[in-house]
């Protein structure tokens, strides 16, 4: 078979669509795209001082309080990602292609094990990374301010159960109903499909194979503090109404309670049988009610086994 501009237009346009078609197939059940809030980047780096900026609503009398965002800002710089297919230049002339429309599906499955292995990993490492009041993102010492401009004395808040150095499996509840998600992923560019096919390019030349890849640029922080809970206490129901009673108890600079209401149980496999039991199960084992039933969605997260810190 000669190989024509033609032909290799349809090789690229075949797996274009493969990798596009498994995309959309993937995203409506993506636990990335429920965990956080996709905020578009148009710069190397976004800035997220804005997030301690949030000032009440107040009756308005006299001049307007103003509250100024916060000189030290939590920053995002985006990072570049990749994933590259060889095609060989043989299997296009031997008409022997079936497999790398396989294998374009399989690299949207990258895309979105990519996405949900660093979602895991940022929940992980929240008990040790800085968010945007400096502090951990799990911490003990989460600053409020007794005035609404954020001035005055400080009252410390916790957003873990237990003492925060404990060795078990890592579970959380979420509240994720608010337009602001605990999460960020910062997107810089989506995902790109792209090739090399040029007979005359290097690499094509020299090690006769066609290139298609992957290209992402962007990266992952955290939102507000005050809308997770995480733990490294044994999952227990007990442990559970801490939780629940911990992010409900959330108050803003000035006193008002936020309101926040837990609307998700994120765990592992190693705590799925814990947490099954907490929201799922509507009666205990004494055949009493469970009062926790439904009270938060139950979201497992495969990759919380693995993710390093």
């Known amino acids: 078979m000669i190989i024509t501009n033609t032909l290799l237009n349809g090789l690229r346009t075949a797996l274009r669509d493969e990798f596009s078609r498994r995309m959309s197939e993937l995203g409506a059940k993506s636990i990335w795209k429920l965990l956080a809030t996709i905020i578009t980047s148009n710069t190397k780096s976004n800035t997220y001082g804005w997030l301690s900026a949030f000032p009440q609503l107040r009756e308005w009398v006299g001049d307007r309080v103003i509250k100024d965002i916060a000189e030290a800002a939590y920053q995002i710089v985006n990072k570049k990602y990749e994933s590259t297919l060889g095609v060989e230049r043989t299997d296009i002339e031997d008409d022997n292609l079936g497999h790398y429309r396989t294998l374009a599906s399989a690299m949207a499955d990258e895309v979105e094990n990519f996405f949900n292995r ?27 301010y007794a005035q609404t401009d954020g001035k005055g004395a400080v009252t410390p808040f916790s957003n873990i159960v237990g003492q925060g150095d404990e060795t078990g499996s890592p579970w959380f509840l979420l509240a994720l109903s608010g337009s602001l998600k605990p999460l ?29 890849g992957i290209r992402y640029r962007g990266s992952f922080g955290y939102g ?43 765990v592992g496999p190693a705590n799925e049988a814990a947490a099954r039991n907490i929201v799922e199960a509507q009666n205990l084992a004494n055949g009493a009610s469970n009062i926790y039933y439904h009270t938060a969605e139950l979201v497992i997260v495969p990759h919380l086994a693995g993710a390093a810190v």
């Not at 490294?232 to 801490?242: G, Q, V």
Request: proline share 4%; glycine share 6%; with cysteine.
């Open 118 to 144: 660093n979602i895991a990993l940022l929940l992980n490492s929240g008990f040790s990374n800085t968010c945007f009041d400096g502090q951990n993102f799990f911490d003990h010492e989460h600053p409020v």
């Open 224 to 266: 507000l503090w005050q809308q997770a809970i995480g733990s490294k206490a044994t999952l227990t129901s007990d442990n559970y109404k801490k939780a629940r009673e911990l992010i409900q108890s959330f108050k803003k600079d000035g006193g008002d309670p936020l309101g926040i209401v837990p609307t998700h149980l994120v």
């Open 184 to 212: 960020i992923l910062q997107q810089r560019t989506a995902p790109e499909f792209e090739e090399i096919t040029d007979t005359k390019n290097d690499r094509v030349f020299m090690q006769d194979k066609y290139m298609y």
